[in-house]
Every structure is written in structure tokens, then in C-alpha cells.
């Protein structure tokens, strides 16, 4: 397993290499693919997306217009304490019952002007995943061909533009996945805590039965803690 500080310095060097990421090279890949959103909604539903990952100052933007209310722990938690409690690095929106996001009315997204920075730069991505051969490289186009429109004409300064974004977010990201590990280490330290798979799993049980959890959430330098179940959620 590996220790903290491999894991602080992997992300780190993740930071790096999505800066140094030729911005030449990205914008020349958004301009081939010339991508245009169609406006099919796609996206904003549980066919694209099982749920909206929101950064710190998404959360605060939403919290602050909208209220608490629309947001949940972003699911798949990464700790479980041994005494049972959940931790995890940070909110997303909420869904309805049919999975699609609790801000889409079926035609648009009821809160456009706060829409959260994934909603922003979709379908662009700047993080490593492996392809079919399992070859581990740098993706930049998330559904290529399975929505909008191809080959358009983008100028050059919308193609930076975007290219700016895309990295300012994964960068973000990253940093809130940093500082969310530190504030674990120390937690679990100065309580004396422990991560139990076993008990993550057990947990998991009882919530897919309808058992009540606490999910302590990453936001904004601390933990807030959330009680949530499948039934009031
Ligand atoms: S916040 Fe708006 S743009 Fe983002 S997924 Fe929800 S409805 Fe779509
Ligand atoms: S970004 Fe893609 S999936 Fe989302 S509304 Fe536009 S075309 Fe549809």
C-alpha cells in the first residue's frame, strides 16, 4: 500500500504534467475534433452521468443561490472509519428518482448561470486513463461521437480558452483531493482512527438496505457531516 507522501507526491507530479501539458498541442486536439454541443441534455441525465462532481467553490456558489439542499456526499466514498463513518472529498448535486440531475428540467438546466465548473467544460477532460489496451495516456474528449455535433470551426481563441479551463479544473480537482488526504492523516491521527474495508462494506449493506450513514464531507478545509439515507435522499 502505498504511504502518504508517495501519494501527495504522485498528485503533485499529476498538477505538473497537466501544466506542462503542451497548450499548443490541446488546442490543435479541440480544434480537430471541433466539437458542438447540441443542446440534447444528454449530459444533465443518468445516461451520461451517474452524478455532478462539485469543487469547493461550486458547492459555496450553489449553497449560497440555491441552497444545501440540492447537494449530497459525492458518492463512492473513500474512507470508512472503524467506528463506521464515511469521509469523502466533497459534494455533488443530488439526482431524481429517474437519475437525471436534480437542476435539469428536461429541456435545460433550471440554474444555467451557476451550473458547477464539470457542467462548464464537458465534455473536455485533461487526466489520464487507459485505453482498450490498457495503455495508460492523457484523454481529452469525454463520449467522442456519441453527442453533439463534429467538425466545426472553432477560432483560436475559444480553443484556448477552453483549453485554459479544462486545465484550471483538473488542477483544482487534484488540490482538493490533496488537501482532503492531508486533513484525513491528520484526523484519523489525532482521534486514532483507522480506514476498515470490512467495515466499509458492511455499511454499504445496511445503506443499500435503507439503513441510515454518516458521511463526513471535504469542503472548504473541514469535515461537515452529513446523516443521509437511500429514503431521505
Ligand atoms: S447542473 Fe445544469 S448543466 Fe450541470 S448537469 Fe445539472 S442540469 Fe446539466
Ligand atoms: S454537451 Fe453533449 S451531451 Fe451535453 S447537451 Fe451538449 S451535446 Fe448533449
Redesign the pocket.
Known sequence: MKSDKTKSDELEKEIKDIAAFPESEFTSIIRDVGFECDCC?K??TSEF?DH?FLLDEDAERIIDNVGRDCLLPAPYYDFCDNLGRFYVIGYA?KSKTNGN????TGK?????EL??S??RIYPYMLHREADEHGNIEFRQVSGLDEHGTYHNELDDAACRDISGDVKKYEIAFIRQKIKFLHLIKTHFKKHGLTHKRQVYDKRMRDFEKGGEIEVYVFYNGEFDKNIISKTIN
Open positions: 441534455g449530459c444533465c452521468n455532478v448535486l440531475c436534480i437542476f435539469y435545460r438546466c433550471e440554474h444555467y451550473r458547477p464539470i457542467c
